[in-house]
């Protein structure tokens, strides 16, 4: 059933994956009250280079509303991810915040045009806003080694008047509140595609999202820790651009499919433009819903995730795939037929997604969960059931039919079926970090 089906073969496509290199590196835990106020700053870049190259333009900083992460979690201690940016207090040099992510610029990266041309994209990254001047530092991990390397280094003078203001001209709209802003996890769902008359359709697609959201554990069971919000701002135009078809419709964030020449890849070069947009509410998750009922979507770890609202299929089931990506890179656990050897997931290294195994860091994930006497690799005995199923190492994953392993036979990031327990306790694990 494959793969087609899924919609972010490309999410993955680019990244090439390493054990992480930090574990030498001691960071200290920041205060909040010492170093930050209650306020989001925002650093935009531009993201340029080719396939092998990339280097980093500073645009400009931005003062938004209130922070919407935790006063606690300023380190994020998940090694997942191909980017990283570190927040320092230049006058004592100690990291304050630090967060990793992926981009879209990470999967243009492996395509031809990459090879053959040059381009930059709109990148941005969001942080509680520091009290005194500091530094932000972008590391990308070195395409061979997997290791961090610093990319980027700019001071930021907290009192220059060059600092934007924010300005919220769209309205928020509460479509779940689970908690308060500081201990939860912030979602929000932006329109793309939805004019002013559609302003119903798009609430309605939104509580389909998040009804589509909590019916799937670990996220039932964390209602109250899990804040929804949409932020109403309506297109020119209805609908989604669709190059292959040279239909192109004037919509709020640009989304369109053929990213990267795959037609069901809907994304938007625009990013930016959604950061805009999205801090009309306090969040720490973007998702969009596209107003069309045409198959696709993306999702990108902590950068966003993407799906089609319109009622086709199992649109529920494909935002919550979407979603596992966008909001702690889980990897796709299918296979493409045929498929045997990947940039992605090259031989000898182990994958950063907590749901993918290559046995080099198999005991950094869920080696200690499998019971004495499974076997590893673990076969499917023919027609058992999932009640007789057990945590092991399925082969077959991250588009690859051999030598990368799985912990259950199914799974939301498999075939759209119920979390598999090794996802389930990732998730888990991360709403903690998130939500302390
Ligand atoms: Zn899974």
New binding site residues.
């Given amino acids: 059933m494959q793969n087609k089906f899924f919609l972010s073969i490309v999410t993955s496509l680019a990244l090439i994956y390493g054990t992480g290199a930090n574990a030498q590196e001691t960071v200290s835990k920041p205060l909040f009250d010492d170093y930050f106020k209650n306020n989001t700053m925002r650093f935009d870049f531009h993201h340029a280079g080719n396939s092998t190259d990339e280097r980093y333009y500073f645009d400009r900083v931005i003062r938004e509303g209130e922070w919407a992460g935790s006063a606690k979690s300023l380190i994020n201690p998940f090694d997942y991810g191909e980017q990283q940016f570190r927040i320092i207090d230049t006058a004592t040099g100690t990291i304050i915040y630090k967060n990793n992510y992926c981009t879209l610029f990470n999967e243009w990266q492996t395509t031809q045009e990459a090879i053959l041309t040059e381009r930059s994209f709109p990148e941005s990254v969001i942080f509680p806003e520091p009290k005194s001047d500091f530094t932000i530092e972008f590391h990308a991990r070195n395409k061979s080694s997997k290791e961090w390397e610093k990319k980027y280094t700019q001071k930021i003078k907290i009192a220059d008047y060059n600092i934007h203001p924010c300005k919220k001209q769209y309205e928020s709209i509460d479509i779940h509140i689970g908690g308060n802003i500081a201990n939860s996890l912030d979602i929000v769902l932006l329109p793309d595609g939805f004019t002013a008359e559609e302003k119903d359709k798009f609430i309605a697609s939104c509580h389909m999202w998040s009804d589509a959201l909590f019916s799937y554990a670990p996220f039932t069971q964390n209602r109250r820790r899990i804040n929804i919000r949409a932020v109403w701002a309506p297109s020119v135009e209805s609908g989604i651009s669709i190059p292959g078809q040279n239909d192109w419709k004037e919509t709020l964030l640009g989304t369109r499919f053929y990213t990267f020449g795959s037609e069901r890849y809907q994304m938007t070069e625009e990013f930016q433009k959604v950061r805009d947009i999205a801090a009309n509410a306090p969040y720490e998750s973007i998702f969009i819903l596209t107003n069309t009922d045409k198959y696709g979507g993306g999702g990108i770890y902590n950068f966003y995730g993407l799906g089609s609202a319109g009622k086709t299929g199992r649109t529920g089931e494909v935002y919550v795939h979407e979603f596992g990506h966008s909001l702690m890179g889980?990897g796709d656990?299918y296979i493409e037929i045929g498929n045997t050897v990947s940039a992605l997931y090259p031989e000898g290294k182990e994958p950063w997604e907590a749901?993918l195994t290559r046995f080099v860091n198999f005991n950094g994930k869920w080696e200690n969960r499998i019971e004495e006497g499974t076997p590893v690799p673990t076969v499917i005995t023919p027609g058992s059931t999932e009640k007789e199923w057990k945590i092991g190492a399925y082969e077959g994953g991250g588009y690859l039919e051999k030598g990368i392993y799985?912990?259950?036979p199914e799974?939301?990031?498999?075939a759209l079926t119920d979390?598999?327990?090794?996802?389930?306790e990732a998730i888990s694990r991360y709403l903690e970090y998130i939500c302390e």
């Fill in positions: 889980l656990e749901n799985r912990g259950w799974c939301m990031m498999k979390f598999c327990p090794i996802c389930q």
